[in-house]
Nanobody, 117 residues
Framework: QVQLVESGGGLVQSGGSLRLSCAAS????????MGWYRQAPGKQREWVAT???????DYADSVKGRFTISRESGKNTVYLQMNSLKPEDTAAYFC???????????WGQGTQVTVSS
């Protein structure tokens, strides 16, 4: 059974940066498209970014130019570098394997990002 573990969240001021990490046990992430998602209180979970097995990236318009998704095969880890953070980026962030418009694995615990104004 694949377990996803997100980390790196925290409290940061508006304009600050954070780097999130997604590690997996039971799966080799480099073989698959991986995505980051977020869920703010009272809102549905939304897609943030995807990186394909070939390294192609895609981003939601709300984070384009500020966030960067990447992967490190040697550590079986996917990252989300978040710059120029805004209060509206406040949410719990999750990673998962992307399959079309769906995800493949059970959701992990996520990591909380809080951006103060």
């Amino acid at each position: 059974q694949v377990q996803l573990v997100e980390s790196g969240g925290g409290l940061v001021q508006s304009g600050g940066s954070l780097r999130l990490s997604c590690a997996a046990s039971g799966s080799t992430l480099i073989f698959y498209a991986m995505g980051w998602y977020r869920q703010a209180p009272g809102k549905q979970r939304e897609w943030v970014a995807t990186i394909t097995s070939g390294g192609t990236t895609d981003y939601a318009d709300s984070v384009k130019g500020r966030f960067t998704i990447s992967r490190e095969s040697g550590k079986n880890t996917v990252y989300l570098q978040m710059n120029s953070l805004k209060p509206e980026d406040t949410a719990a962030y999750f990673c998962n394997r992307v399959v079309g418009r769906d995800v493949r694995y059970s959701w992990g615990q996520g990591t909380q990002v809080t951006v103060s104004s």
